[in-house]
Every structure is written in C-alpha cells, then in structure tokens.
C-alpha cells in the first residue's frame, strides 16, 4: 500500500481524532473553569437558560453530555468538559478531510497542466502532509486548545491583538463551522447547506422560552424568557452594556428569598 493509500483511507481519520481526544482529556480542566463556564454547566445541568444569545444548541448538547455520562460517576463540571473535548477531535478530523479535498483539487488541476517543464512534488507531500499539518496545527493553537477544554462558548483569553481573537471560539461552533467546510461540491450545494445550516441553527431557539418558563430559578431573567418581549430582548442581547442583567430583580429577590 503507498503513503497515498494509507493517508487517504479511513483510519486515518481516527487516528488524528484519537490522538486530538487524548491530547484535550489529558489536559481538560477537573472541575469548573473560570469566565462564564459556571453559568453554563449549571443552565444544562438544570435546563436553563444561560447568558444572552442563550447559547440554546450547546446548552442543549451540554445537558445530554452530563445525563449521558451521569453512570460514570464523573463531577458534572468534568462531564461538561468532557463533551468540548469530543467537539475538539472531531473539528481536527473535519478540518484535516476539508483541507485534504481541497488541495487534492489543486494537485490535480496542477498536474494535468504539468509539461517536462514544470513538475509537482510528491502527492504525500504536497497534499497530505499541508493537511495534516494545517490540521494540528489549528487544534494546538494555545487559545483553540484553551477553548476544547472547558465548557465554555469563548475563551478567557480577550486581551489579545485581533488577528488571535479570531482564534477565540467555542467548540461547537468550531465544529460545525468546519462540518461546512467540509461539504464544498458546487454551487447548488453550498445554498442548499448554507439555507438548511440556517433554518436547522435557529431551531434551537424554541428552546430558551420552554426553559425560561419551566426553569425559572436557572435561567438568565427568570421567565422573561418566556414572553415575546423577554425572548428579543434575549435574543439580540439588548441588557448588554446597559448594567441591568435582568429586567426586573425585584422579582427575582423576592423569589430567592422564598
């Protein structure tokens, strides 16, 4: 079997999400991290709503982590965790396929227009190896490996130069920013995705008034939520910058003191 067999097959794929996987799980954070990782554990731990936007699809994936992992015995802060490691191997492994088609394409391209003139490299090293390397190299980045190992929706680290905050995002959202990635045919296809991608992320969303109505006492202005009004407000983050974080806490004070 050649080098371009092997690292195109299967496998090769579960190598690099195996090794990504140990290598976030030795290093994830044992308990609760610093920044909003609290908040966040205790919204899914409880099916609540956490801060504005209300992060509904990775709370929701939060909650079925902790309940799934819950036979392990596990504190439930290293379960929720647990689940932005598994987010972090699997975003390698898309970013590794995505960047692998992509120049498969250009190697391609480039060698039905080769002459005695002008040759190419080898395909291990002008495709596999960028790949690999542009893979890792992302998922070793001292502010995405940060983020794959807390529950977290962005990383402490804010006081960076722009060209590093772009680094600063979340798991989940790594992981199906690279999904897209991924599913590049044509023209036809990337509407189709990018529609779908759409509808399928504002879904979630049905979440937060449930929640807000239901679980009251951990969600981010008890059932504010729950109303129209409440649910904009949430939504397009209006109590940012304001310095009120509920819109009424009187309510609130009350309702923890009984």
Same mark, same amino acid.
């Given at each position: 079997?050649?080098?371009? &067999?092997?690292? $195109?097959?299967?496998?090769?794929?579960?190598?690099? #999400?195996?090794?990504?996987?140990?290598?976030?799980? /030795?290093?994830?954070?044992?308990?609760?991290?610093?920044? &909003?990782?609290?908040?966040?554990?205790?919204?899914?731990?409880?099916?609540?709503?956490?801060?504005?936007?209300?992060?509904?699809?990775?709370?929701?994936?939060?909650?079925?982590?902790?309940?799934?992992?819950?036979?392990?015995?596990?504190?439930?802060?290293?379960?929720?965790?647990?689940?932005?490691?598994?987010? *972090?191997?699997?975003?390698?492994?898309?970013?590794?396929?995505?960047?692998?088609?992509?120049?498969?394409? +250009?190697?391609?391209?480039?060698?039905?227009?080769?002459?005695?003139?002008?040759?190419?490299?080898?395909?291990?090293? $002008? +495709?596999?190896?960028?790949?690999?390397?542009?893979?890792? #190299?992302? #998922?070793?980045?001292?502010? +995405?490996?940060?983020?794959?190992?807390?529950?977290?929706?962005?990383?402490?680290?804010?006081?960076? /130069?722009?060209?590093?905050?772009?680094?600063?995002?979340?798991?989940?959202?790594?992981?199906? $920013?690279?999904?897209?990635?991924?599913?590049?045919?044509?023209?036809?296809?990337?509407?189709?995705?990018? $529609?779908?991608?759409?509808?399928?992320?504002?879904?979630?969303?049905?979440?937060?008034?449930?929640? #807000?109505?239901?679980?009251?006492?951990?969600?981010?202005? *008890?059932?504010?939520?729950?109303?129209?009004?409440?649910?904009? !407000?949430?939504?397009? /983050?209006?109590?940012?910058?304001?310095?009120?974080?509920?819109?009424?806490?009187?309510?609130?004070?009350? !309702?923890?003191?009984?």
């Amino acid at each position: 079997m050649s080098g371009k &067999d092997f690292m $195109c097959r299967p496998a090769v794929p579960v190598i690099i #999400s195996s090794f990504l996987f140990l290598l976030y799980t /030795r290093t994830l954070y044992p308990t609760v991290a610093g920044g &909003d990782s609290g908040e966040l554990i205790t919204a899914a731990f409880f099916l609540g709503v956490p801060h504005p936007p209300g992060y509904p699809l990775y709370t929701l994936a939060a909650a079925a982590a902790i309940r799934l992992l819950e036979p392990t015995g596990w504190e439930v802060a290293y379960r929720a965790n647990l689940l932005s490691a598994s987010l *972090g191997s699997l975003t390698g492994v898309m970013l590794y396929l995505s960047l692998l088609r992509w120049l498969k394409m +250009v190697y391609f391209h480039e060698l039905s227009d080769s002459t005695p003139t002008k040759t190419l490299g080898p395909f291990e090293f $002008c +495709v596999v190896v960028p790949a690999l390397w542009g893979a890792l #190299s992302f #998922s070793a980045n001292v502010h +995405v490996w940060n983020a794959f190992t807390q529950a977290e929706v962005q990383p402490s680290l804010m006081q960076q /130069r722009p060209c590093l905050r772009m680094a600063q995002v979340f798991s989940l959202n790594n992981f199906i $920013c690279a999904s897209i990635l991924f599913w590049n045919e044509g023209w036809k296809s990337r509407l189709l995705l990018s $529609c779908s991608a759409f509808i399928t992320g504002l879904l979630p969303y049905l979440y937060l008034p449930w929640a #807000s109505a239901n679980s009251p006492d951990s969600s981010w202005g *008890g059932e504010e939520v729950s109303t129209i009004e409440g649910f904009q !407000r949430h939504l397009l /983050r209006r109590e940012y910058g304001t310095f009120k974080l509920v819109p009424n806490v009187t309510i609130l004070m009350v !309702r923890a003191l009984n």
